[in-house]
């Protein structure tokens, strides 16, 4: 069999499996072959063992398991990154976040970053390549995640990185070294609620929902860390955070109660308000 009549075999017995460019992607994975290359070779004729190896993992994909589970891998911003069950997969709007960091860290000079929540620390290892003189403190409250992000720290060969657990938000968790050091702190926060039906099946089924959902719909996390982050901001520090659809009007009045300055809005690929910049008065 070769490979253009794998594709349509693929297809043609699987059609819960909607998209072409994941079958392609897996394809590329196991053969070893760019995306290019697949649409190149089609004639190449496959093993069986190369048949019996892409079959069990069409079939896993057949039954909703994301890709990147499958595969181990997701490229996000510059990088490939590891991923596993115990983290979220890194989802390309999330990019915007990193391009907004990058734009507010000098090239040059001694800058300190937080990632709240870092999970595979995509975001906080993506500033941190691009900027190598930067200090950056990944925090996560899951031991799984943790061991993701330090691989995948290992795996770029950053030094200048710190993976630290504790549960942001937590007053028992506590930094004091670190208090009003930080100039930037990026975060990715849970921020669905609860029974949001607009969650796509495999997203629920697959991803953990610790980094998922929060109480008070969806807006428990952003505020918790919004007052933890406070603390380790120096006057001045910028916070940028990823928020849900619609959620900037609830979130609004906690920064009225304190001492950040209005915020600015940046919005996704689909032109929806996703992202919220703000500063630490001083």
Same mark, same amino acid.
């Given at each position: 069999?070769?490979?253009?009549?794998?594709?349509?075999?693929?297809?043609?017995?699987?059609?819960?499996?909607?998209?072409?460019?994941?079958?392609?992607?897996?394809?590329?994975?196991?053969?070893?072959?760019?995306?290019?290359?697949?649409?190149?070779?089609?004639?190449?004729?496959? =093993? #069986?063992?190369?048949?019996?190896?892409?079959?069990?993992?069409?079939?896993?994909?057949?039954?909703?398991?994301?890709?990147?589970?499958?595969?181990?891998?997701?490229?996000?911003?510059? =990088?490939?990154?590891?991923?596993?069950?115990?983290? %979220?997969?890194? !989802?390309?709007?999330?990019?915007?976040?990193?391009?907004?960091?990058?734009?507010?860290?000098?090239?040059?000079? $001694?800058?300190?970053?937080?990632?709240?929540? #870092?999970?595979?620390?995509?975001?906080?290892?993506?500033?941190?390549?691009?900027?190598?003189?930067?200090?950056?403190?990944?925090?996560?409250? =899951? !031991?799984?995640?943790?061991?993701?992000?330090?691989?995948?720290?290992?795996?770029?060969?950053?030094?200048?990185?710190?993976?630290?657990?504790?549960?942001?938000?937590?007053?028992?968790?506590?930094?004091?070294?670190?208090?009003?050091?930080?100039?930037?702190?990026?975060?990715?926060?849970?921020?669905?609620?609860?029974?949001?039906?607009?969650?796509?099946?495999?997203?629920?089924?697959?991803?953990?929902?610790?980094?998922?959902?929060?109480?008070?719909?969806?807006?428990?996390?952003?505020?918790?860390?919004?007052?933890?982050?406070?603390?380790?901001?120096?006057?001045?520090?910028?916070?940028?955070?990823?928020?849900?659809?619609?959620?900037? !009007? #609830?979130? %609004?009045?906690?920064?009225?109660?304190? $001492?950040?300055?209005?915020? =600015?809005?940046?919005?996704?690929?689909? $032109?929806?308000?996703?992202?919220?910049?703000?500063?630490?008065?001083?």
């Amino acid at each position: 069999m070769t490979l253009k009549e794998l594709i349509e075999h693929i297809k043609n017995t699987n059609p819960t499996i909607q998209e072409l460019r994941e079958i392609e992607d897996l394809l590329g994975f196991y053969l070893k072959l760019s995306w290019s290359q697949i649409k190149m070779k089609g004639d190449q004729v496959l =093993s #069986a063992e190369q048949r019996n190896l892409i079959m069990k993992a069409v079939e896993r994909l057949a039954l909703g398991e994301p890709l990147a589970h499958i595969t181990g891998t997701k490229f996000f911003y510059k =990088s490939e990154f590891y991923v596993s069950p115990d983290v %979220l997969i890194p !989802r390309p709007e999330t990019e915007i976040l990193v391009e907004q960091a990058l734009q507010r860290v000098p090239k040059q000079g $001694a800058f300190q970053i937080m990632d709240l929540g #870092a999970g595979s620390g995509c975001i906080g290892l993506s500033i941190a390549k691009e900027r190598p003189c930067t200090n950056v403190h990944l925090i996560e409250a =899951s !031991r799984g995640a943790l061991i993701v992000a330090q691989k995948n720290q290992e795996n770029l060969g950053l030094r200048q990185v710190q993976c630290i657990h504790g549960t942001v938000g937590d007053c028992a968790f506590k930094l004091e070294h670190l208090r009003e050091q930080i100039d930037l702190i990026v975060a990715n926060p849970p921020y669905i609620a609860k029974g949001d039906p607009r969650v796509e099946r495999r997203v629920h089924h697959f991803e953990p929902h610790q980094a998922l959902y929060a109480d008070n719909q969806g807006l428990m996390w952003i505020h918790k860390w919004l007052i933890w982050g406070y603390d380790y901001l120096k006057p001045g520090g910028v916070f940028i955070f990823e928020f849900g659809q619609d959620q900037e !009007r #609830a979130i %609004l009045p906690l920064l009225e109660k304190m $001492a950040y300055t209005t915020p =600015s809005l940046v919005k996704d690929y689909a $032109a929806i308000n996703r992202f919220m910049i703000v500063h630490k008065k001083g």
